[in-house]
């Protein structure tokens, strides 16, 4: 008995690990006082947060998913033979399936065969340079990409360095938030209000993300280097900066558990979590201080689907397109 339950403390132990940066073990291991316990939130919490819609796959065969313990929520639909395969900056997951249906609706040749990843920027040019090899668990797939999306300067970046056919098709504009839990418990009411003792940050690491650069800019905008330092310097490490590995899913899941007071994100993964009944609001950043990125794609070299991937390319700036974008606080992106 006693090597059983020394067994659970073990697995909850690692399990907290994987899920939570080194930085943040000694605050977020007081609410399980070392001893495995049944979980104190409610499991809807957990991705995937649409119910399998944003599932291309017409056939989907038995379903395995456990949320928090086995869920794959960042690769969407069958890689059994696609017609089109997308890598999508996560920045807009959650838009994708509204996004594939409508898409499908206008090209049924593609319908039920689109694959799509939803990882940060950075990580999907790494699996571009490993040749779209994944390993997610104890899975190993391929998956070699026909479009690459996320922001502009990447694009270009990508372009330049031969990974993708120019020219870029920029599509919408986003600009940043503050994420907090529903009633803003830590009264959080701007950007320096994050650099004040005792606020518990979740905020995009720097080494995966390519949102953390414009969140220094606006903290430095806001606050001066000492502001960007206090939450990206002291607050990783005394623990009161969490950072993140996927951002678009992690900072709402820290906040819903308790783990964080706010993170800074997109302004349209705040409006999605709230649509989405989540316990999650948002704090406006004056445009003084905001940054906007631009959403752009463009053709990876060599792509398999070559023509598929030129049809989404132009449907992503299309008038029906753009007012999905819309719908959660994108704008069309103008020269």
């Not at 939803?118 to 026909?146: C, E, Y």
């Not at 694009?155 to 920029?170: K, N």
């Not at 409006?271 to 905001?290: L, T």
Request: aromatic share 10%; charged share 15%; hydrophobic share 40%.
């Amino acid at each position: 008995m006693k090597t059983g339950f020394r067994l659970c403390r073990q697995l909850a132990a690692a399990a907290l690990a994987f899920a939570v940066p080194l930085a943040a073990l000694a605050q977020t291991s007081t609410g399980w006082n070392g001893k495995a316990e049944a979980p104190h939130y409610s499991g809807d919490i957990f991705p995937p947060w649409q119910q399998g819609g944003n599932n291309d796959a017409a056939n989907k065969g038995f379903v395995f998913t456990v949320p928090e313990v086995d869920s794959m929520a960042d690769f969407h639909g069958s890689i059994d033979n696609p017609g089109l395969v997308l890598y999508v900056g996560g920045n807009y997951y959650f838009a994708m399936e509204p996004l594939v249906k409508a898409f499908e609706a206008a090209y049924p040749q593609y319908a039920g065969r689109i694959f799509y990843i939803t990882i940060p920027p950075g990580m999907l040019i790494a699996a571009m340079k490993n040749g779209g090899v994944f390993t997610s668990g104890n899975m190993t797939f391929t998956a070699r990409p026909d479009v690459y999306l996320a922001g502009l300067k990447k694009v270009d970046a990508q372009i330049a360095a031969g990974r993708l056919d120019g020219p870029a098709v920029p599509y919408v504009t986003n600009n940043l938030t503050i994420m907090v839990p529903k009633g803003n418990p830590a009264h959080i009411a701007s950007l320096q209000d994050l650099g004040k003792p005792g606020v518990r940050l979740v905020m995009p690491n720097p080494a995966y993300e390519g949102i953390a650069r414009q969140i220094e800019a606006s903290l430095v905008k806001a606050g001066g280097k000492t502001l960007e330092q206090q939450v990206y310097g002291t607050g990783v490490q005394n623990g009161t900066t969490i950072l993140t590995h996927i951002h678009h899913r992690q900072t709402p899941l820290f906040l819903m558990q308790g783990l964080a007071d706010a993170g800074i994100t997109w302004t349209s993964e705040a409006i999605f979590q709230e649509q989405s009944g989540h316990p999650i609001s948002n704090v406006p950043i004056p445009a003084r201080y905001n940054t906007t990125a631009i959403y752009a794609g463009a053709v990876v070299h060599g792509a398999a689907h070559p023509q598929a991937a030129k049809d989404w390319l132009g449907f992503i700036h299309s008038p029906e397109a753009l007012k999905i974008f819309e719908s959660y606080g994108f704008r069309p992106y103008t020269k």
